[in-house]
């Protein structure tokens, strides 16, 4: 963040600045951002499923995968982290995965 020494830059300062550079197609750049989010504060599942769809958007699936997981572990009723694990089996081909995540999220039928 521009002119901020990084110290002093919040948790959520960190996850607004990934949520403008990911509506800008900045993928690689948000994910950074909510990395030092998770740094900051690494109880929060939200910095994670956010870090999780920069990876999708990126192509790679198994960090998508890891920071899903770990957003469950957080939190296990996150809708965002199961649909977003769902997508990354679908992804991978694990069909069978991808069913059973989404059903999970309420999202299947």
């Known amino acids: 963040m521009a002119g901020s020494p990084e110290k002093s830059v919040s948790a959520q300062e960190w996850k607004e600045q990934g949520n403008r550079l990911f ?14 989010a998770i740094k ?10 956010n870090r999780a769809l ?3 958007k990126l ?4 960090k998508a995968l890891a920071d899903c997981k770990q957003a469950l572990e957080l939190d296990p009723q996150s809708v ?11 992804e991978m081909e694990n069909y069978d995965e991808a069913i059973g995540n989404l059903q999970r999220g309420g999202l299947g039928t």
């Open 23 to 36: 509506l800008s197609r900045k993928y690689q750049e948000s994910a950074a951002c909510y990395s030092k």
């Open 40 to 49: 900051r504060n690494p109880s929060v599942s939200v910095y994670y499923t």
């Open 54 to 56: 920069c990876h999708v």
């Open 59 to 62: 192509q790679q699936h198994d």
């Open 80 to 90: 965002k982290a199961l649909f977003f694990l769902g997508q990354c089996h679908l």
